[in-house]
């Protein structure tokens, strides 16, 4: 079949780091801000350098950014890439990235793994169970969590009041890394436009039913204000780092 004849297909992280963090009420985009010392997206790219089953990884930057070598000196190296073509949305973001990946000797068979840099409590095994899931997959998967709460949905007003209630059974919350081939999520984001918030949307979007992974509760985004303290209190019962 037509996938071989490059060879098997590789592993390339993809980290999307060009957004400004509005929610999070950080000085400044919340990859920079610092989490126990280092900059957020230090965290995560220290994890995606120790997965040596990954071939390189590109930090997607915003063309503006002028910070990211100064805080993250550590980043670079041949598997260590950063290019700065961030757009508007996420979604731009990571289509951008998927090109540049392409620029750069990614075939349309090899598999790319979506990571937010705002997700930098990620463990190493937690990758390893999305590929080993995902790896003899025809279509990919994502890290996700069955979720536990009653879901409501909000009508406009504030003070926010309930609409409905959302039932529960069977819904997952998507994390992040998201991994899918090349080829096929280029296709899915151009189809799919600018404003879709995660890869799986866009490949389902496509008629694909993406494998759902556990995930870990610990895997949030960093969104918050508060989800900083929270992030330093877990980091800090960890016993082992996490590469
Ligand atoms: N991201 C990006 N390009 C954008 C918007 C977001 O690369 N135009 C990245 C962020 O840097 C982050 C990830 O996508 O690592 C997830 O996005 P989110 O948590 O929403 O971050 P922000 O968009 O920066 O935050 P906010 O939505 O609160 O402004
Ligand atoms: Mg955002």
């Given at each position: 079949?037509?996938?071989?004849?490059?060879?098997p297909p590789r592993l390339f992280g993809l980290v999307p780091c060009a957004g400004s963090g509005l929610r999070a009420g950080t000085d400044g985009p919340k990859q920079y801000a610092p989490l126990a010392g280092r900059p957020l997206v230090a965290h995560t790219l220290e994890v995606w350098a120790g997965l040596l089953e990954v071939e390189a990884t590109l930090v997607v930057l915003a063309p503006d950014d002028d910070r990211f070598e100064q805080v993250v000196p550590q980043w670079q190296g041949p598997r260590c890439w950063s290019a700065r073509v961030g757009g508007l949305t996420r979604a731009e973001s990571v289509a951008a990235g998927l090109a540049e990946l392409a620029v750069r000797g990614v075939q349309p068979h090899d598999w790319v793994l979506v990571h937010d840099a705002a997700r930098?409590?990620?463990q190493p095994q937690w990758v390893r169970r999305l590929m080993s899931a995902c790896g003899d997959d025809?279509?990919?998967g994502l890290l996700a969590l069955p979720v536990a709460d009653t879901l409501k949905q909000a009508g406009d007003e504030e003070p926010a009041r309930v609409d409905a209630t959302v039932p529960r059974a069977g819904k997952w919350a998507a994390q992040t890394p998201q991994m899918f081939r090349l080829g096929l999520l280029r296709a899915a984001l151009a189809a799919a436009g600018p404003q879709v918030?995660?890869?799986s949307s866009a490949v389902e979007a496509?008629?694909?039913?993406?494998?759902?992974v556990s995930g870990d509760?610990?895997?949030?985004k960093l969104t918050w204000p508060g989800d900083?303290?929270?992030a330093e209190r877990l980091l800090a019962t960890r016993m082992t780092p996490s590469s």
């Open positions: 079949m037509s996938y071989t004849i490059g060879g930098g409590l990620l025809e279509v990919g918030t995660d890869e496509l008629g694909h039913r993406p494998r759902l509760p610990e895997n949030f900083f303290a929270l």
